[in-house]
């Protein structure tokens, strides 16, 4: 949540000379996205977000990531699109990072969405898996099974500091998820990121869905074990079957689960929350004191995979 | 440079309940304003700014600020103007704090404005102070030199650390300026941080000016003394003359100085150098490691005090 990379007004136009969208009239760096630096920017011609890419992993699929979005917005999916230069580039490059410029869409992300707005998010993640389909390029998906290994390893001496006994937890449900987790399932574009804040709502229609960087080739119904963990619990910790049920139903009226993705949803919710948990717990324990950004609780991961944990079949989900 | 007090769409929503500027479809938060939190928020009758005040001494002296911006914009100026309730309340609270809604004005800020721009920001320097003249609320300056003491002698201890025999030239310089402070100079409102950052351009007409959180009642001609210090230096430090002759131009086209104004004119800009390099110093020796913003260097204005202390008259500056 925060500019990390500068960019003054003049270093813009210089930028903007390489495109055809006209002169700058608003120029402000807004706080969205957590490793980016992104700046909303008015010309004559439209509003758009100007990107910096801060992390050389992103910078190097950033030819995946633009390009889908691209294939998406082709598809009529409301996500933004990669603006190109004249000479047609997806990018640029600006003060030493790489940069693209994204056309920007209305709507406002919720805090706290209602069982309405799940049905919605629902339909529009099923839209997605759908209109991904024909999009030629893969991604592997970096925070699978060997990425939660790695970062388990890497937190194991801290992980305790942050919550009693939490290195026998993640140990423990690794274990299972290693030895269970499901390979088989139907594949293709999934988001892995589908949380409130990157689903933008004008009234109840979802009129955005943004940040694909962790994007990937992916089981589908993964995905939807990530947004069910993203939206459905409570601050408290506790499951809302009111929301689940929306969430899966809408989902379920643009792409019905099969019967193999049904049975293996409770572990797919397994897995979505160590994920969580696991990249919060590193970010926890490798955090800077000048860190311009305020971290996530780890700790909410760990209720959430305690459900999961408990649940004895894809009804208890709502299914 | 940054959002200290998050808000929620939901908040903002039960927040504009109040409000008669419809629904937002845009909402944002940006960084702008060094003690604020400041949301670009656009709804489908317009675009506006969503400030919360995170200082107890602003939030005091709001009818002020706010009063001021209302006055100057029904002059005409280009500034933010606050919307009132449907209950006619200029400002509200807000998750703690008070918050108020103003205009949103096009316009870019410029690093690196040139001479001709200087022509038009002096114009418009001098047009704000002959619209205050009619506005019926004072407000002393905090950062005059009652204030510059206080600040030196806080930083006392810490000033040779930040560049060495610092405390000896902050002292004999505010000995010399308590002697000789000229206090028979027309007054009005000024502005008093009349930086680029709060000048926003739209080609090379000003579009808006914004920030009005340091503007009181004092000598005009010290503004005039303050805005020669951010817009007519290179960042090597030199005095660009050409800049300077250009805005002291462009400010005289529309209010001449008085003899005694331009007499007093290099003694204002050393009195104007000391207080940024206070203000930056006491930030700069009171930083905390955790801060959210990006620290300006007070070294800059022992520079730009070392200039003004060589000069010998007001020729020197371009009259």
Known sequence: MAVYTDVSFEELEIFLEAYDIGEAHVFKGI?????????????????YILTLYEKR?????????????????????PCPTPVHSKSGAASGALNG???????????????????????VAGGALANMHLKGANFSLKRE??????????????????????????????DAELAILSAQWPVTLPKGIIHADFFPDNVLFVDKRVSGIIDFYFACYDSLAYDLAVTLNAWC?????????????A?????????????????AFPLLCRGAAIRFLLTRLYDWVNRSPEALVKLKDPREFVRRLRFHQSVQSPEAYGF
Request: hydrophobic share 40%; glycine share 12%; net charge negative.
């Open 97 to 119: 990072r790489t940069a693209a410029i994204l056309t920007f869409l209305d709507g406002v992300s919720l805090r706290r969405p209602s069982a309405e707005h799940c049905i």
């Open 31 to 47: 706080a969205e996205g957590v490793s980016n630096s992104n700046y909303f920017l008015q010309t004559d011609k439209g509003s």
């Open 141 to 170: 998906n970096g925070l699978g099974l060997k990425g939660w290994r790695g970062l388990a390893a890497d937190c194991a001496a801290d992980a305790d500091g942050v919550h009693p006994g939490l290195k026998q937890i993640i």
């Open 247 to 263: 969430l899966i139903a809408g989902y379920q009226q643009v792409r019905p689960f099969s019967p193999a993705e049904r049975v």
């Open 233 to 245: 619990f409570e601050s408290d910790g506790a499951y809302n079957i009111t929301k689940g049920q």
């Open 57 to 77: 992993t992103e910078v190097a699929e950033l030819p995946f990531f633009l390009g889908l979005m691209k294939h998406l917005a082709a598809e009529g999916l």
